[in-house]
């Protein structure tokens, strides 16, 4: 008795194997879909309701409170010495992260890495030990303690020595926007204009800046997000003197300790404010750098 084999047609194989795809593609779906709701509710839970937790027991005891809380002149001044360390540090961390960027992207020298590890310097150190390092270099027992005090100058436990420590945790933030960018972009044009006559400064002014104008703005933003909000090199500078060297941060916890909880957290309602207001011109420039991003590719397709 023969038998005979039929041949399986890989066509019918592949046929009867397709309803399994479906199937895995669900399966895919649903996980990315869980992945996503489980995203969604960590952020609800440990973003938003911490957020709307801080509003609510600001305006707990009504609006009265809540102004008066602001309105009080110790608040008042932690809110000044804020925008005025800010003030100071911004455009200082402005001027100094323009010229480490072009020197980075533009120019091969020694001692380029140092320069870099020298910007990164205050993402690897604590904010706590930049304030004892402070501590050491200007403090009564310091290197330059004696001298200070033999010229009336103080730092620690005054407005110097707060904005030193505001400079310090800040320096990365524009320097770091900036160096990629114009890495990417390259100096192509600014090369141009000089040929064509242009002076460094006029190239400078006239290329690089309208370039990275959105970089620049975004580290800006980011720099200033952290100058309003650096509590642990501020704290130990400051010598938590009510009125005179506390920022919003330090005097938050001041109210805070003292159990006077409505004010605490009035005044942090309007540091989540600045936040919030921050993460509005942080989501503009980030749409403008994508804009200009893609601006070149479609006027090369059109």
Same mark, same amino acid.
Not at 26 to 30: D, E, K, S, T
Not at 165 to 168: E, H, K, S
Not at 194 to 197: A, D, K, Q, S, T
């Given at each position: 008795m023969?038998t005979?084999?039929?041949?399986?047609d890989?066509?019918?194989s592949?046929a009867?194997?397709a309803?399994?795809?479906p199937?895995a593609d669900?399966?895919?779906?649903?996980g990315?879909?869980? &992945?996503?709701?489980? $995203?969604?509710?960590?952020?609800?839970?440990?973003?938003?309701?911490?957020?709307?937790?801080?509003?609510?027991?600001a305006?707990?005891?009504?609006?009265e409170?809540c102004? $008066? #809380?602001?309105?009080?002149?110790?608040?008042l001044?932690?809110?000044?010495?804020t925008?005025?360390?800010?003030?100071?540090?911004? +455009?200082?961390?402005?001027?100094?992260g323009?010229?480490?960027?072009?020197?980075? #992207?533009?120019?091969q020298?020694r001692?380029?890495? *140092?320069?870099i590890?020298?910007?990164?310097?205050?993402?690897?150190?604590s904010?706590v030990? #930049?304030g004892?390092?402070?501590?050491l270099?200007?403090?009564?027992q310091g290197w330059?303690?004696?001298?200070?005090?033999?010229?009336?100058?103080?730092?620690l436990?005054?407005?110097?020595g707060?904005?030193l420590?505001?400079?310090?945790v800040?320096?990365?933030?524009?320097?770091?926007?900036?160096i990629?960018?114009m890495?990417?972009?390259?100096?192509?044009?600014?090369?141009?204009a000089?040929? *064509?006559?242009a002076?460094g400064?006029?190239?400078f002014?006239?290329?690089t800046?309208?370039?990275?104008?959105w970089g *620049?703005?975004?580290?800006?933003?980011?720099?200033?997000?952290?100058a309003?909000?650096?509590?642990?090199a501020?704290s130990?500078?400051?010598?938590?003197?009510?009125? &005179?060297?506390?920022t919003? +941060?330090?005097?938050?916890?001041?109210?805070y300790n003292?159990?006077n909880?409505a004010?605490?957290?009035?005044?942090?309602?309007?540091?989540?404010?600045?936040?919030?207001?921050t993460l509005?011109?942080?989501? *503009? $420039?980030?749409?403008?750098?994508?804009?200009?991003a893609?601006q070149p590719l479609s006027e090369?397709?059109?």
């Open positions: 023969h005979t084999t039929i041949p399986l890989p066509s019918r592949a009867a194997r309803p399994a795809r199937a669900g399966r895919i779906v649903r990315a879909l869980m &992945l996503t709701a489980f $995203a969604f509710l960590f952020l609800f839970l440990f973003l938003f309701v911490p957020l709307a937790a801080v509003f609510h027991e305006l707990a005891k009504g609006w409170t102004v $008066a #809380a602001i309105t009080d002149p110790d608040a001044a932690a809110i000044r010495l925008l005025l360390a800010a003030g100071i540090a911004v +455009p200082l961390n402005l001027v100094f323009v010229c480490a960027a072009w020197a980075v #992207a533009r120019f020298f001692g380029k890495s *140092l320069l590890t020298l910007i990164d310097l205050p993402f690897s150190v904010p030990i #930049a004892l390092i402070y501590v270099l200007f403090g009564a330059f303690g004696p001298w200070l005090q033999a010229h009336g100058i103080q730092i436990f005054a407005v110097p707060i904005v420590a505001t400079v310090f800040t320096v990365p933030f524009v320097a770091r926007e900036l990629p960018l890495q990417a972009q390259g100096s192509d044009e600014e090369e141009a000089i040929v *064509l006559g002076s400064w006029q190239a002014w006239h290329v800046l309208p370039n990275i104008r *620049l703005f975004y580290g800006v933003i980011l720099c200033n997000a952290r309003m909000g650096e509590f642990g501020v130990v500078v400051s010598g938590h003197i009510r009125g &005179l060297t506390n919003m +941060p330090l005097h938050v916890e001041i109210l003292e159990y909880f004010a605490a957290f009035s005044v942090a309602s309007l540091l989540a404010l600045l936040a919030l207001l509005a011109l942080k989501a *503009l $420039a980030e749409w403008r750098l994508r804009a200009r893609a090369s397709t059109s």
